[in-house]
């Protein structure tokens, strides 16, 4: 972790702000209820917390110790099914598959191949119909394509632009 994040919320709640935008209007308009996310590189939760406060359920990892200490506070505080992970992610296995893997301006943090190495092992954990949400470097967003286009399973892009991708995996 170039940065210390771990740091920074150690001594500021709330460091990144508000959840993100994109993705507040993905789960706005979301018809479906109580579906299963993995907040990969969650942070303090700005974007898990939003989700749950829908009716998510959501697992939050990240390396940061005082990121998920302050995910897992306001979780038991507002009872929120929401369980945080402290995890790198370049090491971490799912344990389950996923309706929703979001990725927030996460993948990269990590030095390229280690980077598409996570996608493609992270899209082997979404569940029929389910969907992965990425926000990241624009630069980035092609060799993500590649990744998807390599995996077993079939994909279709829903969305495409300024950094975001989102990939929907239909029925088989």
């Not at 508000?18 to 109580?34: H, K, M, N, Y």
């Not at 979404?126 to 079939?154: C, M, R, Y």
Request: hydrophobic share 40%.
């Amino acid at each position: 972790m170039a940065y210390d994040y771990d740091k920074l919320y150690g001594e500021t709640r709330d460091a990144l702000g508000e959840p993100t935008a994109i993705f507040v209007d993905f789960f706005d308009q979301l018809e479906q209820q109580g579906v299963r996310v993995l907040d990969i590189g969650c942070g303090q939760g700005r974007d898990a917390i939003f989700i749950a406060r829908k009716g998510h359920r959501v697992v939050g990892v990240d390396i940061s110790q005082n990121g998920i200490r302050d995910l897992k506070e306001v979780a038991a505080r507002e009872n929120l099914p929401i369980e945080g992970v402290v995890a790198d992610i370049a090491a971490y296995e799912p344990d389950r598959l996923f309706d929703i893997v979001l990725i927030d301006r996460t993948l990269h943090m990590l030095a390229r191949q280690e980077r598409l190495s996570v996608l493609g092992r992270l899209l082997n954990h979404v569940d029929q119909q389910g969907w992965v949400l990425i926000a990241d470097e624009t630069s980035n967003i092609d060799d993500f394509k590649g990744v998807v286009s390599e995996h077993p399973a079939d994909w279709q892009t829903d969305f495409s632009r300024c950094g975001n991708l989102f990939l929907r995996r239909p029925d088989a």
